[in-house]
């Protein structure tokens, strides 16, 4: 695995662990955190081994957002022609299930990778907002629609029109994050969820993740249709046989794909 500037990457079995790295900047996700994260991606798409992510930062911050003096000289020029916001849809776009586990500040960007994730866990210090506002800019990293699409209307307007931040429990009680734990155990719950994922079969649990996306994209009908052509192709696998012999044979799956 290669080496990064802004990010440690290891490797837990199946699991590719992330950890952002800008300790001094809370993680502030500049251009380079954006390239070495797009460069992780692709390899981790690639590479028959990994099965799931886990992206993290520090105790005190997952991400405090874009890297503000990075942006802040920036010209509408700059920001039109370069496009560089763009490359976080590399990151929506992992084909592998990958989970966020949150502590401290995931604000503006921070809370953006987060909802980039398909899985957010998020320790009781997590705290989420959106506060570009405050800086005259808005959400740029998909804010404004992912955060409505999870929490709806009501409280996205607040979120976003304030600023303000949302602990733990309301981010849970809103349907942003799917559980929350106690800090000290983050980790250890983020990568059994992981390992428990990439136990499964591989092209199921991507099909899986594919599914529930399209949810977003498309109308329900349409969703329906897409949803019935992939389970009837799962019958065509291998491991739709050898889980469902399981099953009957009262035993535990053996050998499902994980390439
Ligand atoms: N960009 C650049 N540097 C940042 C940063 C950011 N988003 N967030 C924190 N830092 C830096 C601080 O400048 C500081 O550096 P120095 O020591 O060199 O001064 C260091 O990290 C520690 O931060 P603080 O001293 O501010 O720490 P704190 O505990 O007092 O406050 C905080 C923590 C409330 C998170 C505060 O740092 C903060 O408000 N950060 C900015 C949050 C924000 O506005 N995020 C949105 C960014 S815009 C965006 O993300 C656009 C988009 O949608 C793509």
Sequence with gaps: MTDFETIIVERRERVALVTLNRPKALNALNFQVLADLQAAFTEFDRDPAVGAVVITGSAKAFAAGADI?????????????????????????????????????????????????????????????????????????????????????????????????????????????????????????????????????????????????????????EGLRFERRMFHSLFATDDQKEGMAAFVEKRQPANFTHR
Excluded: H
């Design 69 to 221: 003096k990075e942006m802040a000289p920036k010209t509408y020029m700059d920001m039109f022609l370069d496009d560089a916001f763009a490359g976080w849809d590399r990151i929506g776009c992992a084909r592998k299930p990958t989970i966020a586990a949150v502590a401290g500040y995931a604000l503006g960007g921070g809370c953006e990778l987060a909802m980039l994730c398909d899985i957010l866990i998020a320790a009781d210090t997590a705290k989420f907002g959106q506060p570009e506002i405050g800086l005259g800019i808005i959400p740029g990293i998909g804010g404004s629609q992912r955060l409505t699409r999870a929490i709806g209307k009501a409280k996205a307007m607040d979120l976003v029109l304030t600023g303000r931040t949302m602990d733990a429990e309301e981010a849970e009680r809103a349907g942003l994050v799917s559980r929350i734990v106690p800090a000290d155990e983050l980790l250890d719950a983020a990568l059994t969820v992981a390992a428990t994922v990439a136990g499964m079969s591989l092209p199921v649990a991507m099909i899986a993740k594919e599914s529930v996306n399209r949810a977003f994209e498309t109308t329900l009908a």
